[in-house]
């Protein structure tokens, strides 16, 4: 069992909580970084992909597991992303510009619906958000003179300072730098003010109100950050397809972000890659079981989504905790070996407090 | 004046399936998002009743009814019983994928071909006073008011009514004045369930029945924001509103105003005043 | 001048006045209670200060401001810190992250600089941390520090509850029944601390209190106050012997 020594308050602040973290990840990274060196083409191509849904994993992460705020249309912010990107590059922006500003604009997209959705508690915010995601689909579908309806846009490869990034482990190296950095930057929010704030507006609005934190403009910031993350996604996702149109971001894509958020377990960095690779995964197994299954199952069209929806019912039911959940659990396992206790995580019996009084 | 009453009709599908939802969330404040689902089921099964094994329309109608009405039942007593208490977001993705796995099954079940069964009231039209109705419009209206009112009666003036709506508000203060809460939820769903195939068998004859149906459900949604989420006439009325003003768009408006207008309407609401029209929220005494 | 001044303080909720026509001062360093029987509109009168509800009618002055129209989460800003009758802790976090939260009325840095975290950010959250730990220290809350809300009992959840109002270095302090659900010797070291918080820190205080006790040893002045309204003002002697105020706990003939 590892005891922390603590000596000062910077022990406390910073993120490497101690040596054994610090040798973990440098690990981690190594091996990331190499992956190109083993992983033939196709499979490289999967595993950016992996680090894009982790990217916009992050993004409504923040929103529902730190501010607690369901939102069920982000794919809306991924597709403003993406087409804010394609569409400045196509006007002759350099990728280094156009990526950020397509997760400024995006961030300001999640700011203005944040205006209404701010008075909404939690169940209207998510119909909210549904409710927005289906009104860009279709701004998306009609506005054609800039977003070429059906037609959609052509989307190049990423271009640095001349040099096109063609090759799929150049873009993977791209996507995972992006990863790297995002994930920082939402760690190092959330051990500052800001990200306290916004935990404490999930758990109890009116004392953090009398603490001096701005509830509305707090939850704003919430939703710009989430917006802004999952438009970076966006973005590359643009690239990785090399074609965007309003159908790349349907009600599937909304759904395996929830998928993420379920089964990488809510509330943690973690969690968000655990499920990014989970649902990276996911086709893979599909593709082998309608080998399997009779053709009666295996040709409807609504089997992906079913599949997920059982894996998110069985998800919630038996593991709420995720995967992340999981691995706590095992990690606390081996670590109080053997004072482990089957009780350790056992909720208590939970009883419905009603919403209505907030 | 023909809007008028195909608006009107499409709202009370509208509201009946909205009426679902507050009613489950009315008592267990659980936001149903497989509602529509539900209501697609419910013409399925009625479609099996009617349609291929031949039973009497009125007969079908009451059996489909009742057999979702068991499902509903079913489905809380095994899935639903066991998300209370869990954060409110974790029960929605619960509902959700609910609903994604019914529209699986139903196209495992019945195939992905649209179809229809006749009923008394297919192409039948009537003359009120010189305007021409479709029995099929008329016959959504009429249907949705007698439910309503039936419903009205059983939660205003019967026991099992009243416990519905203290289990929601304090369960475990209802547990301990000895109502039998699982019992009572798992009823709710019951009905609500029931009131879903209602809406399904009403709409059978003007749209056809297949596994995408319940995609209406979320405009349902839309209706039960504007009536006020949790007041049981406010989902029937949103959804006359949503209703009249979706054809009225279809009508007037430039294309695909049609489609984005009832979550307009629910956007500007949520907006002007969250709480619809007959507020249920308030805040909390500190 | 007065550190804070209601004047004709009214809120009508649809029929019922809930408070109506309360005016009081309360001058720099004294410790001023509310009493009154259940229903007597004494968190209502916090939740007017705290800016909660908004008055019907009436006006409220703090430190030579008017603060009527102040939107609530500016009147930590302004130096005003509350504590709440059903103790609203942040479940989900530990001690020193509730703790942490009441410094917010404090941030100085900015978001770009917390994205960052630049070096200013980070010695910014190292003047917060000892603020905060110079609290825990005042109220013995040391061992408590990195526990979850939801673990701790009642007693220490309500020290909490005060340990957070003061993180935010307030000029007056709205104590909303510290004593309440705590037992004779948390009871006591409540009066020491509310004893310590006037002398040491320098913070007025309004109290709303049940317990004649607490509110007999620690208090300069008390108000009392029935059916919203003004009962009797005085020290706690004056009050306590007042025969309007003993009818109105005790009954009396009509």
């Known amino acids: 069992m590892r005891i922390l020594f603590k ?48 990217i ?110 063609w090759n799929p482990w150049e873009f993977y190296l791209l996507c995972l730098v992006v990863l790297i950095l995002v994930i920082l930057g939402v760690l190092n929010i959330l051990r500052s003010p800001t990200g306290r704030a916004m935990v404490a507006i999930r758990d109890s609005e009116v004392s953090a109100q009398s603490m001096g934190v701005n509830i509305a403009k707090y939850k704003t910031v919430a939703f710009s950050i989430s917006a802004g993350i999952t438009g970076l996604a966006g973005a590359l996702m643009g690239h990785k397809f090399n074609y965007l149109s309003p159908d790349t971001f349907n009600i599937i894509i909304s759904v395996q972000l929830l998928l993420m958020v379920v089964v990488g377990g809510l509330g943690s960095v973690h969690g968000a890659i655990y499920g990014a690779i989970f649902v990276g995964a996911l086709p893979q197994f599909l593709a082998l079981a309608r080998d399997i299954l009779p053709p009666a199952i295996a040709q409807t069209p609504g089997l992906e ?8 019912v069985l998800f919630i039911l038996f593991e709420p905790l995720g995967l992340y959940g999981r691995w706590r659990k095992i990690k606390l396992y081996f670590d109080i070996f053997p004072l482990y206790r089957k009780a350790t995580f056992k909720r208590q019996k939970a009883y419905l407090k009603t919403e209505r009084m907030k | 004046m023909q809007i008028l009453v195909s608006g009107i009709a499409q709202g009370c599908v509208y509201g009946l399936i909205a009426l679902g939802f507050v009613l489950i969330y ?27 094994l031949g039973v009497d329309y009125w007969l079908g109608f009451f059996f489909a009814i009742l057999c979702m009405a068991v499902f509903g039942y079913l489905l809380d007593k095994i899935v639903l019983r066991y998300v209370i208490g869990q954060p409110q977001f974790a029960i929605v993705i619960l509902t959700i994928s609910l609903g994604f796995i019914f ?46 009112v039936l419903l009205y009666i059983f939660f205003t003036h019967t026991k099992l009514g009243v416990a519905m709506q203290a289990s929601s508000q304090n369960q475990l203060a209802a547990y301990y004045m000895g109502i039998p809460v699982k019992v ?90 969250p709480e619809g029209l007959f507020a249920q929220i308030q805040r909390k005494k500190v | 001048m007065s550190l804070f001044r209601a004047d004709n303080l009214a809120i009508h909720f649809g029929g019922i006045k809930a408070v109506d026509g309360v005016s009081f001062e309360v001058e720099k360093g004294e410790v001023f209670t509310l009493v009154g029987p259940n229903g007597a509109g004494k968190t209502t009168i916090f939740n007017l200060i705290s800016r909660i509800y908004d008055p019907t009618h009436g006006s409220l002055h703090f430190d030579g401001h008017e603060i009527t129209q102040v939107p609530p989460h500016v009147i930590a800003k302004l130096g005003i810190a509350r504590t709440f009758q059903n103790i609203e802790l942040f479940e989900h976090a530990s001690v020193l992250q509730n703790l942490l939260i009441g410094r917010h009325a404090h941030r100085q840095s900015h978001f770009l600089g917390e994205l960052f975290f630049t070096k200013a950010t980070r010695s910014m959250e190292q003047a917060h941390r000892e603020k905060a730990e110079e609290i825990i220290e005042l109220l013995d809350l040391a061992h408590y520090r990195e526990q979850m809300i939801a673990n701790l009992p009642y007693g220490v959840r309500k020290v909490v509850e005060v340990a957070r109002a003061l993180c935010t270095e307030p000029k007056l302090l709205l104590l909303d029944e510290p004593a309440s659900g705590l037992n004779v010797e948390e009871t006591e070291d409540m009066a020491f601390w509310i004893d310590d918080i006037k002398n040491d820190l320098g913070v007025t205080i309004i109290m709303v209190e049940h317990d004649m006790s607490l509110v007999s040893e620690v208090s300069d002045r008390v108000l009392a106050l029935n059916d919203g309204r003004m009962l009797s003002m005085g020290t706690p002697s004056e009050v306590q012997s007042d025969p309007e105020v003993i009818r109105a706990y005790l009954g009396g003939d009509a």
Do not use: C
Request: proline share 3%; net charge negative.
């Open chain 1, 56 to 165: 916009a994993g992050l993004g409504l992460m923040v929103l529902v597991g730190y501010s607690g705020q369901v939102s069920l249309g982000h794919a809306a912010f991924l597709a403003i992303g993406a087409y804010t990107n394609a569409l400045l590059i196509q006007a002759g922006t350099p990728f280094l510009i156009a990526f950020p500003v397509a997760g400024v604009v995006t961030a300001l997209s999640g700011a203005l619906i944040s205006l209404p959705a701010n008075r909404m508690t939690g169940l209207y915010l998510a119909i909210a958000t549904l409710a927005f995601a289906i009104i860009v689909e279709q701004i998306l579908v009609r506005w054609e003179s800039v977003t070429g309806g059906f037609q959609g846009v052509a989307v190049d490869a990423p271009d640095l300072f001349g040099y096109q990034l």
């Open chain 2, 103 to 148: 529209r699986a099954l139903a196209g495992i079940f019945w195939g992905h071909e649209p179809s229809s069964f006749n009923t008394p009231f297919t192409n039948q039209i009537v003359n009120l006073g010189g305007v021409i109705i479709a029995q099929e419009a008329l016959s959504i209206i009429i249907g949705t008011v007698l439910l309503a």
């Open chain 2, 184 to 273: 009572i939820f798992s009823l709710i769903w019951a009905i609500s369930a029931g009131v879903s195939t209602v809406a399904g068998v009403l709409l059978s004859p003007i749209s056809l029945i297949d596994a995408e149906m319940g995609f209406m459900g979320i405009k349902a949604f839309a209706a039960a924001v504007v009536g006020g989420f949790g007041s049981l006439p406010g989902a029937l009325l949103g959804g006359a509103i949503i209703g009249i003003s979706e054809q009225l768009a279809g009508a007037y408006l430039p294309a695909g105003f049609k489609q984005i207008t009832a979550f307009v309407i629910m956007l500007a609401v949520l907006t002007i005043r």
């Open chain 2, 26 to 52: 009315k008592a267990t404040e659980i936001v149903n998002f497989a509602q529509g689902d539900m209501m697609m089921l419910g013409a399925f099964t009625a479609l099996s009743f009617i349609g291929f």
């Open chain 1, 7 to 54: 000596t000062s308050y910077n022990d406390d602040i910073r993120l490497m909580k101690h040596g054994g973290y610090l040798f973990w990840y440098a690990l981690l990274l190594i091996a990331a970084f190499s992956a190109p060196l083993v992983l033939d083409d196709f499979y490289i191509g999967e595993l950016a992909l992996v680090v894009i849904f982790a």
């Open chain 1, 305 to 312: 989504p079913g599949i997920f929806g059982l894996i998110m």
